[in-house]
């Protein structure tokens, strides 16, 4: 029935729009909610497997607009009350999420592409299952613990956005590169590595937002693009359910991701990680669990 694909896809919405901004790996979470209720709006399993590939990274998007109606003000650099020494820290902050970005673009794009060339899979092809997800999920929430454990005030240099350096934005970027392993969480390296690199707490989180715009409307592209050759290749028809499913999860998505946001923002002033190392230790168990007896 039509009706359960939808709530299927608000589900998916509701999952996306908590776990992309809190370090928790939204991709563990899905691929749980993809074992447990994958869609079924046609029989065709090849066009599921290509659309539920697509859907997991456009749904993103919805993410991704919370984020820029969050932070319009600071984001958008032509804003009529801002003064010129505004408008020129607004750009600063747009070349320090372009030059934190080139990493993971490098890597994700002709790196993926190398791979591909020279072993005949992918990253997501070497990468994408069950058991890596989960030992990325434990080993990311050991270092939140350990690092929350051991982190010391006065080594904290960096109070807000910013005063972020282009250096410390490139190493930032190269943290970011971890996450095209699946189960490390984008948020999650670049939370880590903004910590490390003397990062306060709210600075971590948000310069993680503002780098998620390029790397996810990219990603978004790129898998709206290969979806569209797999049509044109195959000749393929999508049933219209299948972009309401779209359309719903995107919706619900950026809804949720508007409460997510904000509420991180307001736990890491008072918190901190390692409620969510823990969550990351607990969820990777049994994620261990589940594809080790329930398969």
Same mark, same amino acid.
């Given at each position: 029935?039509?009706?359960?694909?939808?709530?299927?896809?608000?589900?998916?919405?509701?999952?996306?729009?908590? *776990? +992309?901004?809190? &370090?928790?790996?939204?991709? !563990?979470?899905?691929?749980?909610?993809?074992?447990?209720? &994958?869609?079924?709006?046609?029989?065709?399993?090849?066009? #599921?497997?290509?659309?539920? +590939?697509?859907?997991?990274?456009?749904?993103?998007?919805?993410?991704?607009?919370?984020?820029?109606? #969050? =932070?319009?003000?600071?984001?958008? &650099?032509?804003?009529?009350?801002?003064?010129?020494? +505004?408008?020129?820290? *607004? $750009?600063?902050? $747009?070349?320090?999420?372009?030059?934190?970005?080139?990493?993971?673009?490098?890597?994700?794009?002709?790196?993926?592409?190398? #791979?591909?060339?020279?072993?005949?899979?992918?990253?997501?092809?070497?990468?994408?299952?069950?058991?890596?997800?989960?030992?990325?999920?434990?080993?990311?929430?050991?270092?939140?613990?350990?690092?929350?454990?051991?982190?010391?005030?006065?080594? *904290? %240099?960096?109070?807000?956005?910013?005063?972020?350096?282009?250096? @410390?934005?490139?190493?930032?970027?190269?943290?970011?590169?971890?996450?095209?392993? &699946?189960?490390?969480? %984008?948020?999650?390296? @670049?939370?880590?590595?903004?910590?490390?690199?003397?990062?306060?707490?709210?600075?971590?989180?948000?310069?993680?937002?503002?780098?998620?715009?390029?790397?996810?409307?990219?990603?978004?592209?790129?898998?709206?693009? !290969?979806?569209?050759?797999?049509?044109?290749?195959?000749?393929?028809?999508?049933?219209?359910?299948? $972009?309401?499913?779209?359309?719903?999860?995107?919706?619900?998505? =950026?809804?949720?991701?508007?409460?997510?946001?904000?509420?991180?923002?307001?736990?890491?002033?008072?918190?901190?990680?390692?409620? /969510?190392?823990?969550?990351?230790?607990?969820?990777?168990? /049994?994620?261990?669990?589940?594809?080790?007896?329930?398969?």
């Amino acid at each position: 029935m039509l009706v359960i694909e939808f709530l299927k896809a608000i589900l998916y919405g509701i999952v996306e729009g908590i *776990t +992309e901004w809190l &370090p928790v790996s939204s991709t !563990g979470h899905l691929i749980l909610l993809g074992e447990w209720l &994958p869609f079924a709006f046609t029989e065709n399993q090849e066009l #599921l497997s290509e659309f539920g +590939e697509m859907f997991e990274v456009v749904i993103q998007l919805g993410a991704i607009l919370a984020v820029v109606i #969050l =932070f319009w003000g600071r984001l958008w &650099p032509f804003g009529r009350r801002k003064s010129p020494l +505004e408008k020129r820290e *607004t $750009w600063s902050l $747009w070349g320090k999420v372009v030059i934190a970005s080139l990493p993971a673009a490098l890597v994700g794009v002709v790196g993926d592409r190398i #791979l591909e060339a020279v072993s005949g899979k992918s990253i997501d092809g070497w990468l994408y299952n069950g058991t890596v997800v989960a030992v990325a999920l434990i080993v990311y929430g050991i270092a939140f613990i350990l690092i929350e454990r051991f982190r010391k005030p006065e080594r *904290t %240099r960096v109070l807000t956005v910013s005063e972020i350096s282009c250096k @410390t934005a490139l190493g930032i970027g190269l943290f970011q590169m971890l996450s095209i392993v &699946p189960g490390t969480s %984008r948020s999650g390296s @670049t939370i880590l590595g903004s910590m490390l690199m003397g990062l306060s707490r709210t600075a971590a989180a948000e310069f993680s937002f503002f780098m998620a715009i390029p790397v996810m409307i990219g990603a978004s592209g790129i898998k709206l693009l !290969g979806f569209a050759g797999y049509l044109a290749e195959t000749g393929t028809a999508v049933p219209g359910a299948a $972009w309401g499913v779209l359309g719903v999860a995107f919706a619900v998505s =950026f809804l949720v991701s508007m409460a997510a946001i904000r509420f991180l923002m307001d736990f890491v002033k008072r918190h901190s990680f390692a409620p /969510f190392g823990v969550y990351r230790i607990v969820l990777g168990v /049994f994620v261990l669990l589940w594809f080790a007896f329930a398969k």
